[in-house]
């Protein structure tokens, strides 16, 4: 119930508004002999929302009507004819819907410890020095570019990363929510891309110039896993042998899957976050390979019950029809055997779990097949090796690089799966152990 949840605003140094939302009631009680009972409150959160200051919560608008307001007419005439078209044109223009009017939506956002696969620009410092004159530098430390509706600028700073997400004239904003799923969508990407959770520190969100959200987020243990698709190295070799990929093609198709509708795309969310956390520096190898096998058999049936299975509706009917009358007529016969027989054929499903990763493959064009059906064999032998007594298993230095390198390429397949999804096609890193690389 939201009455068991604390409200807590203040001030940080006389200068800072914030509150903090959603605390949960802790309270603890002390008297002293002769003195008014006390009462103290203790909370923990990980996360404030700073207010903000007076400009801030203006848009460019009530801004631009503001200085009209202060500056005398003259003046304010003459701001009229040089103030550009978005702050005062376009804020004037009658639309049908209000609800769909083009707002200008940007975010700004810091990951800390995040490092670019990729950069196609840089910065450039110059510093003059009264005794030793003008000097420069510049440093490549940028990714920025355009995606339906957007455009980007991911900076490098300190090791963290600067998220710039700004809306173009284009883009027609649903509200305040609808900003937020594409942002998410847009950290979503990065997550992928790099393997490594897109948890902002800070984050910035404003429409039309007006801060709505100034937010800090504490968050510990960041998952950063090996097992990116793309790396440094294939950046790099990119353009040395034109090999034809580019990041920001892989960026916009990410983005374009994980802002869809798309039931497969809110699985793939929830398993790549499982992934990066059981594939995360320090997590024992064994647990790793467990969780990738499960994942994996969780995104085979994900494909196959989403894509596949409802062309062979016909198909399944029949086989459940078939079923039923050999049942029946096992039924039929009395025999304990028969009896036996009759109940497991009663729970057998119309397709097992093997033609289910030979169908999933086929349907996403993974080629050649003959080396991906192999993936089957690797996950069956792989998957629960609890179950068939783990304790007789070797722990010997070949049976653990054996281990690396099963978890090393079922990551792969499923961030190649993952990709093919995403309609990609294009180079990708199979095995990060074997440093592996191909074209899907």
Not at 252 to 277: P, Q, Y
Not at 378 to 401: D, G, Q, T, V
Request: hydrophobic fraction near 40%; charged fraction near 25%.
């Amino acid at each position: 119930m939201q009455r068991d949840f604390w409200l807590v605003q203040g001030v940080i140094e006389d200068e800072i508004d914030f509150s903090v939302r959603s605390l949960p009631s802790n309270r603890s009680r002390n008297a002293t002999f002769g003195q008014p009972e006390k009462s103290t409150l203790e909370f923990s959160t990980n996360r404030i929302e700073l207010t903000p200051p007076a400009f801030d919560g203006l848009t460019i608008k009530e801004l631009y009507e503001l200085q009209r307001q202060i500056i005398p007419k003259t003046q304010a005439d003459q701001t009229a004819k040089e103030a550009p078209p978005t702050a005062s044109e376009e804020c004037n223009v009658p639309v049908a819907n209000p609800e769909a009017q083009s707002v200008k939506v940007t975010f700004h956002a810091v990951l800390p410890d995040f490092k670019l696969i990729e950069r196609n620009g840089g910065t450039e410092t110059t510093k003059k020095n009264i005794f030793l004159g003008e000097s420069s530098h510049s440093s490549l430390d940028t990714f920025h570019g355009e995606m339906s509706g957007w455009e980007y600028g991911l900076v490098e700073r300190d090791g963290d990363l600067h998220v710039h997400l700004l809306s173009k004239p284009e883009h027609q904003s649903l509200g305040e929510d609808n900003d937020w799923r594409l942002f998410h969508a847009f950290l979503n990407a990065l997550a992928f891309t790099h393997a490594q959770h897109a948890w902002p520190f800070s984050v910035e969100h404003r429409r039309d110039g007006k801060l709505l959200t100034d937010r800090i987020q504490l968050n510990e243990d960041v998952a950063d896993s090996p097992h990116a698709p793309f790396n440094e190295a294939l950046a790099f070799n990119n353009l040395t042998k034109n090999l034809s990929w580019k990041f920001g093609d892989v960026l916009e198709k990410a983005f374009a899957f994980f802002s869809s509708d798309s039931k497969l795309a809110r699985e793939s969310e929830n398993l790549l976050f499982i992934f990066r956390e059981a594939t995360a520096r320090g997590i024992p190898k064994r647990i790793s390979l467990l969780s990738l096998c499960s994942l994996l058999e969780s995104l085979v049936r994900a494909i196959y019950e989403e894509e596949i299975a409802p062309k062979k509706a016909a198909e399944t009917a029949e086989f459940q029809k078939v079923k039923k009358e050999a049942c029946d007529e096992f039924s039929k016969r009395g025999q304990p055997a028969y009896q036996r027989l009759s109940a497991i054929l009663a729970n057998a499903d119309p397709v097992n779990i093997r033609m289910r990763f030979d169908a999933v493959f086929e349907h996403l064009g993974l080629k050649p097949q003959e080396k991906w059906q192999e993936l089957h064999g690797l996950w069956s032998k792989f998957r629960n090796p609890i179950s068939h007594r783990m304790s007789k298993a070797n722990e010997s230095e070949e049976s653990y690089k054996e281990d690396l390198l099963a978890e090393s390429r079922i990551a792969g397949a499923i961030n190649c799966m993952i990709l093919k999804l995403m309609n990609y096609s294009g180079y990708v890193r199979l095995s990060v152990f074997e440093d592996k690389y191909a074209q899907i």
